[in-house]
């Protein structure tokens, strides 16, 4: 039902969101707003690669803060030490996280379950170690700073309302490419992997291969959005490999719904949102986290999206029941 | 006629509990074979055997010329076995033409998608029922209409031979009989099925050939009509 539905609706809902994405600054003026809205672009297409990975092909993984930090890293790197343009430094960031992805996919993706988590988390300490350690190139925990923003030509986009209208097209390119895939004969095998895989050898399919694609896809998507980020922020510091940023972007899923990438994109929203508007909580805004968290998945057990979805559809259709 | 499944000799053990001794099968080209035994016999474990899910420690498996016995089970797959598993096991969230498409997988890479309407076709025809509820999601199906699915998702790899195990089961009588029913036409279009059951009375009903399985061993076979008529079957199986 939801999957047949959502078929046709993706592509059509994904016209106007994208115009109304690319005029939205008309309206908000260059800002605060901007700001918030460039960091929901970035949440967004680790989100999305991530929904692909664990919501499509039903893989849990816990190392995309990894493939967030060494997109960033290797951007920064390339940049700073190199002298490469940001655009050339993050296609050739890609690159090595993929490769990366690849090595790594290829030994943990034969692994399952829980197992499959746990050497996935362990790549991602690997990693945060690596990172605060190997100081002579990475800045250890100082960190990276003075990375060079993204340009065009002489023109820098340092300003939010340029990084804006670099981040939102990506990410809508990102999108509709997702979208396009989970409905491709592609999707429909990942999908059958994540529901039964023994089946899917039984009709032929290669089964690791598949999740070894998804895995470096899916971590590539995470890449991206952390090379943008080391030149939309201009720094980087290991937190962008910890742990907790790896935990809160399967929240962010958590919230939006595992198997929708639209959901991804509202949980996103929501978890930079409420991020922004706890700031005044400081710490305690983990908390506000995890009772919001609770309460979602209490209300909402498949995520928001689909929570919001049916609850609209329950109301319209049952005026005149018993029902809420 | 030529023989679509030689099994010969196999031993299969789980770690270190033999299964399975010594058992031997064959299907021949247009053949229904059934493999009756009581709950525990070892049915599912030649299933698995023969999918290549589990190793054999001795013998072989040779399907249309080719030895099977130690390839994986994507492997098998390619060589043209496809299976009706038990419970059916179809991709519940998912459309019943998503279900029907992935049992095509290799028919896709290998002869694109014209092909594969075709196939479409024939198998709307065999089940008009599922035409009619091509966009449903497949867990939301009945029971029987789930078993159709099934089965024409094994169609649907246009296979050399269809492993069918325990297509009955879980299934109201009355549905039974539709199930069999349908086993039969496949039959008249001359698939090679090998059918393995629980239900005996019905299995012997359909099949050509029998094979009976008792504590991993075969303990007799011959002609589906003969064995239903002989003493043992009868107070074994047949309970008449």
């Given at each position: 039902?939801f999957?047949?539905y959502?078929?046709?609706?993706n592509?059509?809902?994904?016209l ?11 309206l ?14 970035l ?16 893989q ?37 996280s ?28 690997i990693v ?26 002489s ?8 990084v ?19 409905d ?11 529901e039964?895989?023994d ?12 999740k070894?694609k ?13 090379s ?49 508007y ?5 710490d ?22 689909p ?18 | 006629?030529t023989?679509m ?12 509990v ?8 064959t ?15 070892g ?22 010329g ?17 299976v ?21 997988f290799?028919?896709?890479?290998g ?51 269809i ?5 009955s ?8 009989r539709?199930?069999?029913?349908v ?6 279009s001359?698939?090679?099925i090998l ?45 008449a």
């Amino acid at each position: 039902m939801f999957d047949t539905y959502m078929k046709d609706m993706n592509r059509l809902v994904w016209l106007p969101v994208s115009a109304g994405v690319l005029a939205l600054p008309l309206l908000l003026g260059d800002g605060y707003y901007l700001n918030v809205l460039n960091f929901i672009a970035l949440y967004s297409m680790i989100a999305i690669g991530l929904c692909l990975l664990i919501g499509y092909c039903g893989q849990l993984s816990i190392s995309h803060s990894a493939f967030f930090a060494i997109g960033a890293y290797s951007s920064a790197i390339l940049s700073l030490r190199f002298g490469f343009h940001p655009f050339v430094a993050i296609l050739i960031s890609q690159l090595i996280s993929a490769v990366l992805a690849l090595g790594i996919g290829s030994v943990v993706l034969r692994l399952k379950g829980h197992y499959l988590a746990i050497a996935t988390l362990s790549f991602t300490i690997i990693v945060e170690v690596i990172i605060v350690e190997a100081a002579w190139v990475t800045g250890g925990l100082q960190g990276l700073s003075g990375i060079p923003p993204l340009s065009l030509g002489s023109m820098e986009l340092d300003t939010d309302l340029g990084v804006y209208y670099v981040v939102w097209p990506v990410l809508l390119l990102l999108l509709l490419f997702a979208l396009n895939l989970i409905d491709s004969r592609f999707g429909r095998v990942i999908k059958g992997i994540r529901e039964n895989e023994d089946v899917m050898r039984l009709f032929g399919v290669g089964v690791y291969g598949y999740k070894v694609k998804v895995f470096v896809l899916s971590s590539v998507y995470a890449s991206i959005a952390g090379s943008l980020y080391a030149h939309f922020i201009g720094f980087v510091s290991p937190s962008a490999a910890s742990l907790s940023f790896a935990i809160d972007i399967i929240m962010v899923l958590a919230f939006g719904g595992f198997n929708l990438i639209w959901g991804a994109m509202l949980g996103a929203a929501a978890i930079t949102y409420l991020t922004e508007y706890l700031t005044d909580f400081a710490d305690f805004k983990r908390v506000a986290f995890g009772v919001a968290l609770v309460v979602v998945m209490i209300i909402f057990p498949s995520g928001l999206l689909p929570g919001l979805q049916r609850w609209l559809k329950a109301g319209r259709r049952a005026p005149t029941g018993a029902q809420r | 006629m030529t023989t679509m499944i030689e099994i010969s000799n196999i031993d299969v053990a789980y770690g270190k509990v033999p299964v399975l001794s010594d058992v031997s099968l064959t299907v021949a080209k247009g053949e229904i074979v059934t493999l009756i035994g009581a709950n525990g016999a070892g049915k599912t474990t030649l299933f698995r055997a023969l999918t290549g899910v589990l190793p054999k420690s001795r013998g072989s498996i040779v399907l249309d010329g080719k030895d099977i016995t130690r390839m994986k089970p994507d492997r098998v797959a390619r060589e043209g076995l496809a299976v009706v598993p038990e419970g059916r096991r179809l991709f519940g969230p998912m459309s019943v033409l998503d279900n029907l498409m992935l049992g095509s997988f290799l028919r896709l890479t290998g002869q694109g998608k014209g092909a594969v309407n075709e196939d479409l076709d024939m198998v709307f025809d065999l089940f008009p029922r599922l035409a009619e509820r091509r966009e449903q999601l497949a867990r939301t199906l009945s029971g029987g209409e789930q078993q159709m699915v099934a089965i024409s998702r094994a169609l649907m790899a246009r296979p050399k031979v269809i492993l069918m195990d325990e297509p009955s089961i879980g299934l109201a009588p009355i549905i039974v009989r539709e199930v069999f029913d349908v086993i039969r036409k496949l039959k008249e279009s001359g698939i090679t099925i090998l059918l393995i059951e629980q239900n005996a009375r019905m299995a012997l009903k359909v099949a050509d050939r029998a094979y009976v399985m008792e504590i991993g061993r075969i303990t007799a076979e011959g002609d589906a009509g003969d064995l239903r008529q002989s003493d043992i079957i009868r107070k074994l199986y047949l309970a008449a």
